[in-house]
T-cell receptor, first 114, second 114 residues
Framework: AQSVTQLGSHVSVSEGALVLLRCNYS??????LFWYVQYPNQGLQLLLK??????LVKGINGFEAEFKKSETSFHLTKPSAHMSDAAEYFCAVTFSGGYNKLIFGAGTRLAVHP | KAGVTQTPRYLIKTRGQQVTLSCSPI?????VSWYQQTPGQGLQFLFEYFSETQRNKGNFPGRFSGRQFSNSRSEMNVSTLELGDSALYLC?????????????FGPGTRLLVL
């Protein structure tokens, strides 16, 4: 069965600091992995996705993530946090044959302080 | 291109009532998925419709049902509402051709059951 674990329900960083949000997955078949962001009172917006083309994936707003099969991880990073990055971030997994059933992690709320 | 739209945005119902939520996908998209988001359970997959057929279903009771019309618009219905059904209901659309495709989310319908 597929599952996603996001370590740390709350992460706080200073503006300009590195952002690191952790995601580990469990899947018995090759996964497709996604990071979504949710701002208050809004839906989910795709940041980036891994679909086996390249292990280092670049997304919008300066975010990137690296797929590491040996560690079953797909951590999200951004070199320099901006105040506008404050939001909730969700890691999700699906797989070929799973059609569009996304399995989400519990989410990490990112706070950015001056 | 217009994004995914959901109506209504907010809804207040009482226990025992039923409710119907609507989702209009991005033009050309044939797959619509529904998710429930609550503080306690997080984001959970309800079901997916593709070309008017339910293709995938999550672990929700039969009170939760859905359908898709020939123009790909989808509705979900919850009968005999319970307090625990209070949640943000999100729909997402994609072309539906493969599991790795991006799902685009609407802003959600926030349902409050009193």
């Amino acid at each position: 069965a597929q599952s996603v674990t996001q370590l740390g329900s709350h992460v706080s960083v200073s503006e300009g600091a590195l952002v690191l949000l952790r995601c580990n997955y469990s899947s018995s078949v090759p996964p497709y992995l996604f990071w979504y962001v949710q701002y208050p009172n809004q839906g989910l917006q795709l940041l980036l996705k891994y679909t086996s083309a390249a292990t280092l994936v670049k997304g919008i707003n300066g975010f990137e993530a690296e797929f590491k099969k040996s560690e079953t991880s797909f951590h999200l990073t951004k070199p320099s946090a901006h105040m506008s990055d404050a939001a909730e971030y969700f890691c999700a997994v699906t797989f070929s044959g799973g059609y569009n059933k996304l399995i989400f992690g519990a989410g990490t709320r990112l706070a950015v302080h001056p | 291109k217009a994004g995914v739209t959901q109506t209504p945005r907010y809804l207040i119902k009482t226990r025992g009532q039923q409710v119907t939520l609507s989702c209009s996908p991005i033009s050309g998209h044939r797959s619509v998925s529904w998710y429930q988001q609550t503080p306690g359970q997080g984001l959970q997959f309800l079901f997916e419709y593709f070309s008017e057929t339910q293709r995938n279903k999550g672990n929700f009771p039969g009170r939760f049902s859905g359908r898709q019309f020939s123009n790909s618009r989808s509705e979900m219905n919850v009968s005999t509402l319970e307090l625990g059904d209070s949640a943000l209901y999100l729909c997402a659309s994609s072309s539906g051709l493969a599991g790795q495709e991006t799902q685009y989310f609407g802003p959600g319908t926030r349902l409050l059951v009193l």
